[in-house]
């Protein structure tokens, strides 16, 4: 491989979104997906029904962790452990 990069006989190529076979969504309704949650419209839960795809795919495309070449609000990702709301009951005994 490394010969092949080397001599400029590698030709990588990047299948993003609905390029790759694997895609269930488009990169329309990805950010479909982003603009529903950020008004408040529904939950990944619902959105992961309605799309036909799991509530994790869902996640990952409204925090940008995939889909993030598409458009639309990506919610920023916070950490509860720094803020004091995660309380763990094993540490409430």
Not at 7 to 30: C, F, I, M, P, W
Request: charged share 20%.
């Amino acid at each position: 491989m490394a010969e092949m990069r080397a001599r400029g006989r590698h030709k990588y190529v990047s299948h993003n979104g609905s390029d790759n076979g694997q895609a269930k969504l488009t990169e329309e309704e990805a950010e479909a997906v982003r603009v529903a949650y950020a008004v408040g419209k529904s939950t990944q839960a619902q959105l992961a029904q309605v799309f036909g795809v799991s509530r994790a795919l869902i996640s990952h495309i409204v925090t940008g962790k995939s889909w993030s070449h598409t458009g639309g609000p990506i919610k920023p990702r916070m950490s509860t452990w720094g803020l004091g709301v995660f309380r763990a009951p094993f540490l409430l005994k």
